[in-house]
């Protein structure tokens, strides 16, 4: 049980992203999104210390995170947008998401710079320089999809 309605847990649910479940980390953001923030004036939950859970929604909604303190990795989630642009100077982020809507939170099918992907994240190298994001999203589980072990966000430790 998380409570994902401020700033201690709201990293939980891409965790799902590590452990062959990505699928989840889709359901679980998703919910989150629909059930914690709404349209009114107290529809955003927790205290909003310097904008966390507003951003953390933004992210979501571009279905990314970033996890990783101090690094440019991030994990996925799924897009809640069919066409985005992130604009950076170092690069853009074209995200497309057939199919994309609040009921249709699962990856049947990903592309990073229209080579098929299943990994549930992406390299530092693609949050500095930018790059393109094709998806086809469902309303059914797509449980195959990042489950492979070598497909896991990398976990990084002290080196040895």
Sequence with gaps: HAELDNEPSIASPWLYDFVGAPWKTQEVVRAAMKQIWTNAPDGISGNDDLGEM?????????????????????????????DAVVDRPSGKITIHAKGARMNAPYIAKMAVNGRPNSKPWLPASFATHGGTL???????????WGAAAEDAPPSFGPEK
């Design 54 to 82: 507003s951003s953390w929604y933004v992210w979501a909604a571009l279905g990314m995170y970033p996890l990783y303190p101090g690094r440019a990795e991030l994990v996925l989630g799924s897009p809640m947008f069919e």
């Design 134 to 144: 094709d998806y086809r999203l469902s309303q059914t589980p797509q449980k195959e």
